[in-house]
């Protein structure tokens, strides 16, 4: 998700709503965040919403209507521009990154779905990925056309902008709509259809076509063009020296993602821990991966394996989630000593790659001595880390595969229906309590490969799945905005058996040959 900033814009909102959701928190604790950790050129009271901040990109507000109305067309900058944006007047403390991260919780009426998607563009004649000029032609299209605003870095288009919407570009030209946190799974649906419908209006008269799969089917890596943005140059010279697939990450795979809410330190750590133990569950029923360069690859879900060997230390299943300990102070721990990738200043990126954020709070980055970091800088490193369930002022759901436009729809309507629903939270948290550190990591290794037919006690993952489904199920209809139908792909899958993998691999190895172009109009978006 391409986060944004214009240069006078400010850096970094906490809402006044806070003190309301969270009674541990009063004004004199907000008031000394602001003060400590840094001064901004605007005044606080002008801007008070809680903003949604990103996916693998530096974290920053999303502003709206900003000193410009509807119709005029803003180019804004890509990467925060931390020093003009904010002065860092002390040191951070550990302190102050908990209070960033309990800063995200919200009283329930204010929860709201951010849903995100990526998927694969490419030639319709030839099949061939989307060049990065290919891309900026698009890009161009859909502001001209459809009114937004345009994300550049350097002389590069790198992305969209439209209200709380962001269009941004994966490493290897992967398309993504970060969408705005909306209220109901009908409004996340239109939102989707909206972005299809001007994607496919401009791009077929361009002829390019968009694919909604979770792994690059047809091409390799030499193949994947790489697009001209700085801090992937950082990510893709570092990859190959933590794992063997992490260039693979970056260049072939397509998930689908939805963000959620907590309304206090005790609701973020209950649906961390539920989200953690069915993320395997939600990556067999949407499996949508399993084809390499034109062949089988032997996994249902290539796209789940890849993060098993991309970077171990910023990815995975967390078993320290669990502890009784755990809390947000306990998630700073673990992210401060998740190694850096870069810190931007000066309107550059400097290489981070394998350096200490711990460090970086005493002034002893090697790469930036002297230099403190804000807490645009801790936003940032949030945003570089990948584990199943990610959590920053809100929490991420990362465990799907990219798919058609209806699973896109079912993702959010999976997760919103178990974790925004306390009984069918609480039916998860009960029914996974005893599931031991061993499972969930045997469940996350295996269901890759074996999908619903994996093996769980004296059943089949299909078997939890199926239970798993009717809570979500029985959780939207309590939320009563008539949602259940976008659950119906899902109900599908658990009614068969049969993941939307297995599905394509019934495809290749009868109907179409044995030849995986074809994937590329079955799924054609």
Same mark, same amino acid.
């Given at each position: ?36 950790? +840094? ?6 009271? =002008?801007?008070?919403? &809680? ?15 900003? @000193? ?35 800063? #995200? ?7 709201? &779905? ?6 694969? #563009? ?17 890009? =161009? ?39 705005? /946190? ?15 419908? $001007? ?8 002829? +390019? #076509? ?36 992490? %260039? ?27 989200? %953690?133990? %069915? ?10 991966? /399993?084809?390499?360069? @034109? ?23 967390? /078993? ?25 200043? =000066? ?78 939270? $609480?039916?998860? %948290? ?55 139908? +976008?659950? =119906? ?7 068969? @058996?049969?993941? /939307? ?11 179409? @040959? ?12």
């Amino acid at each position: 998700m391409m986060a944004l900033i214009s240069q006078s814009s400010p850096s970094y909102h906490i809402s006044s709503k806070i003190v309301q959701c969270k009674s541990e928190y009063n004004v004199e604790e907000i008031n000394f965040l602001k003060s400590k950790a +840094f001064r901004r050129k605007e005044c606080w009271d =002008n801007y008070s919403s &809680i903003l949604w901040s990103s996916k693998r990109t530096p974290g920053i507000s999303h502003l709206d209507g900003v @000193g410009c109305k509807r119709g005029c067309r803003l180019i804004v900058a890509a990467s925060p521009p931390t020093e003009d944006a904010v002065i860092a007047t002390e040191p951070l403390t550990k302190e102050d990154l908990v209070r960033y991260l309990a800063s #995200g919780c919200k009283p329930k009426e204010m929860w709201r &779905i951010g849903t995100e998607h990526e998927k694969f #563009g490419f030639e319709i004649g030839t099949l061939h990925p989307l060049n990065y000029e290919q891309i900026s032609h698009l890009l =161009n299209g859909l502001a001209e056309r459809f009114d937004w605003d345009k994300i550049m870095e350097g002389d590069h288009i790198i992305g969209l902008k439209q209200g709380k919407q962001n269009i941004s570009l994966e490493p290897g030209g992967q398309f993504e709509l970060s969408g705005a /946190p909306v209220e109901t799974l009908h409004q996340t649906c239109a939102e989707v259809n909206s972005h299809l419908y $001007q994607v496919k209006a401009v791009a077929e008269e361009m002829r +390019f #076509g968009f694919l909604g799969i979770g792994f690059q089917p047809k091409w390799g890596l030499k193949d994947i063009p790489v697009m001209p943005k700085a801090r992937y140059a950082i990510m893709r010279k570092y990859m190959p020296k933590v794992g063997s697939l992490g %260039l693979d990450m970056m260049f072939r795979t397509c998930t689908v993602q939805v963000n959620l809410d907590f309304s206090s330190e005790l609701d973020m750590v209950r649906k961390f821990r539920a989200g %953690l133990a %069915l993320q395997p569950i939600a990556t067999a029923l949407f499996a949508n991966s /399993p084809f390499t360069e @034109g062949k089988p690859n032997g996994y249902l879900s290539m796209r789940s394996h890849i993060w098993t060997d991309t970077d171990n230390n910023r990815s995975g299943m967390l /078993p320290f989630v669990f502890d009784d300990s755990f809390g947000f102070e306990q998630y700073v721990d673990y992210a401060l000593d998740v190694p850096m990738y870069f810190v931007y200043r =000066n309107k550059k990126y400097i290489d981070c790659s394998g350096m200490s954020f711990r460090d970086f709070m005493s002034g002893k980055l090697p790469a930036a001595p002297g230099e403190l970091p804000t807490l645009n800088d801790w936003e940032n490193h949030l945003t570089t880390i990948f584990p199943e369930v990610r959590l920053k002022r809100y929490m991420e759901m990362r465990g799907a595969d990219g798919g058609p436009w209806r699973r896109l729809c079912a993702l959010p309507a999976f997760w919103v229906g178990i974790l925004y629903d306390e009984v069918a939270l $609480q039916s998860v %948290l009960d029914m996974t309590a005893d599931w031991t550190a061993e499972e969930r990591q045997m469940l996350r290794n295996k269901v890759p490969k074996t999908g619903l037919k994996t093996p769980f006690r004296d059943g089949l993952v299909r078997h939890v799945a199926e239970e798993v489904v009717k809570l979500a199920k029985d959780g939207l209809e309590r939320r009563g905005y008539k949602e259940t139908g +976008f659950l =119906n792909e899902v109900a599908e899958v658990v009614r068969t @058996g049969i993941t /939307p993998a297995e599905k394509l691999l019934d495809l290749y190895h009868g109907k179409w @040959g044995q030849w995986v172009d074809p994937v590329f109009e079955e799924l054609l978006y």
